[in-house]
């Protein structure tokens, strides 16, 4: 059963680097099968697509985030991590790892539970 | 960036009814609109990818239909664990946007 758990700090002060990592369970991420993403949602909102990174290393970010955020992968660990710089209170949401099926037209087939931040100082 | 609008923002309904959720996508994504179910302090769950296929495991009171931009997303009979947020997604183009999700409640 493929399984993800994210990790992080929970509270990050404002303008620092915020640091998020998922470990991946029952799944090699070193699968050209899959794109492995981050997802957040802000309270009360939708769902925000941040972006992804294949094992290839190609990665493809949403503009909106101004090249602040910077996926990797680290295969001895099996797990992938997302960077996002220079952050602020709008950057405060509920963030989710997920993968996605490169042959089920790039939908996510699972997500992991997902992690608070909060952003304030 | 493709934006998605789902309707009804919220809807209210009982356990064994037929419950349908729309999503309009502003351009063509062809058939790369998925649907994924929301509940309270859990995952996010897949139901379904390319407009109407089922991932793994779903039930098959889940279905999806397309319609030129207009994608349904279809529960046949509402069950207790159904009630939960439902949210569209295109993946044709980065990035991959999201419909603002639909609440389904108990009557």
């Known amino acids: 059963q493929v399984q993800l758990q994210e990790s992080g700090p929970g509270l990050v002060k404002p303008s620092q680097t915020l640091s998020l990592t998922c470990t991946v369970s029952g799944a090699s991420i070193a699968s050209n099968n899959f794109y492995w993403s981050w997802i957040r949602q802000h309270p009360g909102r939708g769902l925000d697509w941040i972006g992804y990174m294949s094992y290839s290393g190609s990665t493809f970010y949403n503009p909106s985030l101004r090249s602040r955020a910077t996926m990797s992968l680290d295969t001895s660990k099996n797990r992938f991590s997302l960077t996002l710089t220079s952050v602020t209170a709008a950057d405060s949401a509920m963030y989710y790892c997920?993968?996605?099926?490169?042959?089920?037209?790039?939908?996510?087939?699972?997500w992991g539970q997902g992690t608070l931040v909060t952003v304030s100082s | 960036d493709i934006q998605l609008t789902q309707s009804p923002s919220s809807l209210s309904a009982s356990v064994g009814d037929r419950v349908t959720i729309t999503c309009r996508t502003s351009?063509?994504?062809?058939?790369?609109l998925n649907w994924y179910q929301h509940r309270p302090g859990e995952a996010p769950k897949s139901l379904i990818f390319?407009?109407?296929s089922l991932h793994s495991g779903v039930p098959s009171r889940f279905s999806g239909t397309r319609s030129g931009t207009d994608f349904t997303l279809t529960i046949s009979s509402l069950q207790p664990e159904d009630f939960a947020t439902y949210f569209c997604q295109q993946s044709y183009r980065t990035p991959h946007t999201f419909g603002q999700g639909t609440k389904v409640e108990i009557k």
């Open positions: 390319a407009s109407s």
């Open positions: 351009q063509s994504v062809n058939n790369y």
């Open positions: 997920a993968r996605v099926g490169i042959f089920t037209t790039s939908s996510v087939d699972y």
